[in-house]
């Protein structure tokens, strides 16, 4: 016996699915159609569609929705493939990767948007940390040896004094 299997995922669930993952990971992510540049789904909760003066809907441009330097990750990923770009924005660095989804006719480009700050904030507090521990371990490696040097070189100290002494007279 075998079977069909089908599944129906709307649109409007992607953007779901994308704000929940996005939540967990403090990201953004975006889904293009590669060769319009139109939004596909956003985990932002933004609209992917506008409706015209018409009725009839139109899809957002990845331009029109998000901050230039993703959209310049997006271009440099179309012209020379380049898959991930570190970005500055006036809120903070970001890191950007972009990735291809082909499969069954799709031919998307999935941006991802990391903030930089939750990750880098944790590896400044522990840079810090063991900056102070190794200082803290340093000055005790210092102590110990000099107390160690003193006391090994005592006996050469009390010989000298006595040269010194019996010199003298």
């Known amino acids: 016996l075998q079977g069909v299997l089908g599944v129906h995922i709307s649109l409007s669930n992607i953007n779901a699915l994308l704000g929940e993952i996005s939540k967990y990971t403090n ?22 569609y506008a409706r015209m003066e018409n009725g ?46 082909t499969h069954y006719g799709l031919d998307w480009t999935i941006i991802t948007l990391v903030d930089e700050a939750p ?29 160690r040097l003193r006391k090994t070189l005592q006996p050469i100290r009390e010989l000298v004094a006595i040269t010194d002494r019996f010199a003298h007279g």
């Open 56 to 101: 009839a809907f139109q899809r957002v441009a990845l331009t029109a929705m998000v901050e230039p330097p993703i959209v310049e990750a997006y271009w440099n990923y179309l012209a020379d493939g380049a898959v991930t770009s570190p970005i500055r924005t006036a809120v903070g660095r970001y890191h950007v990767k972009v990735a291809p989804y």
């Open 119 to 147: 990750y880098v904030k944790n590896l400044h507090r522990s840079m810090l940390a063991a900056g102070v521990l190794s200082a803290v371990a340093a000055f005790i490696s210092i102590w110990v040896w000099t107390r």
């Open 27 to 48: 990201s953004t992510a975006y889904i293009v159609e590669r060769h319009t540049g139109e939004v596909v789904a956003n985990s932002t909760g933004q609209p992917n």
